[in-house]
Each structure stands twice: as structure tokens, then as C-alpha cells.
């Protein structure tokens, strides 16, 4: 277990600010076809916790992106700032957010069988399908 990080950084367009001080170095990617909609490519989120410092609060733009969660950007320039979990509170961001970050890993790729093809990563990580993954997230019912 690595400790968490601080990171601070904004969008393209400087309209949102983004402080983070519990960042987990460990890199989630996701495959699903939702994420590589989003931002064309597979996305790589860092855990950020609940609790995130943010000026520019009115610039952020929420799309209710599923039943739990809902993603973050900024309406102006069209930067991903977040995924966040309705049920936790919790957000990912992307890792690509905070350039300065350093000692950060893959730790686990979310479906799997999602990715296509033409894309592989070289570094071995932890890997889930997507059944797997609803089978660890999906809520109690
Ligand atoms: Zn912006
Ligand atoms: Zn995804």
C-alpha cells in the first residue's frame, strides 16, 4: 500500500482549479466503451477521495452518465475533470490531469474485454472484465 498524494492542477482553459490531497498512485484504467467514448482512449483515473479543494465550481459541467455515477467537465475548453460515484461521493480523475505527479502505476484494467485491438499496455497489471467488475460494484439489491 503506497501513501496517498497531493496533486494540484487545472484545465486547459484555467477556468477550473482542482486540489486533490488524497490521490491513491495506483492508476485504474477503463476500457468500458462509455470511457473510451468520453475521452478516445481507454480511461487512467486516480482515486482522489471525497474531499477535493475546487475553484471555478461554476464553470464544472455534470453529465449523469449511468444509474451511479456522473462525469465532470469544464464547460468552457471541454477538459474531463472527474468521475464521480453517487453513492460514495467519491471521484476519480484523470491521471493526465496532474502532469506533475510522479511515482504513479497501473494497478488494475477494468474491461478487459472491452479493449479493442488496436491498443495494448506492455506493463502487466491486475485485469477484470466487466461482469467481473459489476460483480465487485454492484450494489446490494
Ligand atoms: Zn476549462
Ligand atoms: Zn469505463
Avoid at 63 to 71: G, L, Y
Avoid at 78 to 102: C, D, M, N
Wanted: contains cysteine; negative net charge; glycine residues 10%.
Amino acid at each position: 500500500m503506497k501513501d496517498f498524494v497531493s496533486g494540484e492542477s487545472s484545465c486547459l482553459c484555467g477556468s477550473v482549479k482542482i486540489k486533490a490531497n488524497n490521490i491513491s498512485p495506483n492508476i485504474t484504467v477503463c476500457h468500458c466503451d462509455m470511457c473510451r467514448k468520453w475521452g478516445g482512449g481507454p480511461a487512467l483515473a486516480l482515486q482522489c477521495g471525497t474531499e477535493l479543494e475546487i475553484e471555478g465550481d461554476d464553470q464544472i459541467h455534470v453529465f449523469d452518465s449511468s444509474e451511479w455515477a456522473e462525469r465532470g467537465f469544464c464547460a468552457n475548453c471541454g477538459t474531463h475533470l472527474f468521475y464521480r460515484i453517487k453513492g460514495t461521493g467519491e471521484y476519480s480523475i484523470p491521471a493526465g490531469f496532474f502532469p506533475e505527479l510522479k511515482g504513479l502505476e497501473i494497478e488494475v484494467q477494468y474491461f478487459s474485454d472491452k479493449r479493442p485491438d488496436y491498443y495494448c499496455f506492455t506493463n502487466k497489471s491486475k485485469e477484470l472484465t466487466g461482469a467481473e467488475v459489476f460483480a465487485m460494484y454492484a450494489p446490494e439489491k
